[in-house]
């Protein structure tokens, strides 16, 4: 598929000395919750509504309508990649995360720790968020009783919590296996090896991984299986300062994060985590890029933890700290997320992200308050994410005249 829109938008681009910050709050966006509103319209954020008095509102879709998107495909609509064009599995993006040396014979996949019942039925697809001490003593227990597969190399890495990088290493392994996370609890995990992954050599690898692992971790109270997904071979894409002529920074704390800022080329310089050290790592990088990603994750981990006060709480934590961020004086400024997380759902969704810019040429100011029903009226309109850069670019002077 040819990406025309993405061309168009590097044929146009041109350096200047403006800087952009784009600010991630993952999961942003919410639905109504027992007619109070969404966690947004809930939150006390003094400053970003002061922002959406003077700034652009509107909605960004990240893939498509009705599609809910993973981590991956969210942070890539973003960076104005085209999702739908541009496709990785998770596995890639998380060993990118952890600086792991990716070679052309790898499969890497995302893993999640995962509780078993007695009858083999999921009853937490997260082990209890197992803490990080734990997650690398029950992984050094399976390194050393893991017998590879014939040929292969079998690799397991520590992410955070309950996630886990494993690699396959081998010749003519490839993407054709099944997810095994039935996404669901009160049901086995899914078969990596059932159709159409069936005449998958990698499939069978995989599924012998993921059987011998059971039987190792079998006493284990929380973490007695692993849920794979996101199988993943490295891609060659143009990097985001070729595409945009940006000189970019990644400012984020969570490995997946930064493996999908290093997937377009994108330095990690900080990996703060709360919301004060993630203002005041951004402010710092604008002194040296012309592009700044700063990543919060607690508003999706909350989400998906359908804990609505502490998705408000974390909320108000960015709002407070944003003054910090706001005193560097990025030239645009973009408030966003990656994709909607309602604590009703404990999931991603599809609904439409709220989205805040704020930058020069604006039609005057949409809002008293930034939350996704006044975005929905906004001067942004609704969108796909992939035009939020190419449209921060313009209200920066980034963009050439198109034409004659």
């Known amino acids: 598929m040819e990406d025309n829109y993405g061309n168009l938008i590097s044929s146009l681009a041109k350096e200047n000395d403006k800087r952009i910050v784009l600010l991630v709050m993952d999961g942003l966006g919410d639905c109504d919750n027992a007619g109070k509103g969404t966690a947004l319209q809930q939150a006390k954020t003094p400053n970003m509504n002061a922002l959406a008095r003077r700034s652009a509102l509107g909605l960004h879709v990240p893939v498509a309508p009705a599609v809910t998107p993973g981590s991956g495909p969210g942070h890539l609509g973003l960076f104005g990649y085209d999702p739908l064009i541009y496709q990785v599995g998770r596995g890639v993006l998380g060993a990118l995360g952890l600086e792991f040396p990716l070679t052309a014979r790898d499969v890497a996949v995302r893993v999640n720790f995962c509780t078993l019942d007695k009858n083999g039925n999921v009853t937490d697809r997260r082990a209890g968020r197992i803490p990080d001490e734990e997650n690398r003593r029950v992984l050094e227990k399976v390194r050393s009783q893991l017998k590879p597969p014939a040929d292969v190399e079998v690799i397991f890495e520590t992410e955070a919590e309950h996630r886990a990088l494993l690699v396959l290493r081998g010749d003519g392994l490839d993407e054709n296996v099944g997810e095994t996370d039935p996404q669901v609890t009160g049901v086995p995990p899914l078969s990596p090896v059932r159709p159409p992954h069936d005449e998958s050599r990698t499939a069978q690898f995989v599924d012998d991984v993921i059987n011998q692992v059971r039987r190792i971790l079998a006493d284990e109270p929380k973490a007695n299986m692993i849920l794979c997904r996101g199988y993943a071979k490295f891609p060659t894409w143009p990097t985001f300062q070729e595409r945009y002529r940006l000189n970019p920074a990644a400012v984020a704390g969570y490995p997946m994060y930064r493996g999908v800022a290093r997937l377009v080329g994108m330095p990690v310089v900080a990996k703060p985590t709360t919301a004060q050290d993630v203002c005041a790592e951004t402010a710092k990088a604008l002194a040296q890029h012309t592009f700044v990603f700063a990543h ?78 006044t975005c929905r009226s906004g001067q942004l309109g609704t969108f796909p994410a992939r035009e939020l850069i190419p449209t921060a670019m313009a209200h920066a002077g980034k963009l050439e005249k198109f034409g004659a």
Do not use: C, Q
């Open 296 to 373: 919060f994750k607690y508003t999706d981990k909350t989400g998906e933890d359908g804990d609505l006060p502490a998705k408000i709480k974390r909320i108000e934590e960015m709002d407070a700290a944003l003054p910090t961020l706001l005193e560097a004086k990025p030239d645009v400024l973009i408030i966003t997320g990656d994709h909607s997380t309602p604590p009703s759902m404990k999931a991603h969704s599809w609904h439409p992200v709220p989205v805040l810019l704020s930058g020069p040429y604006l039609r005057g100011g949409d809002a008293d308050t930034f939350n996704e029903v």
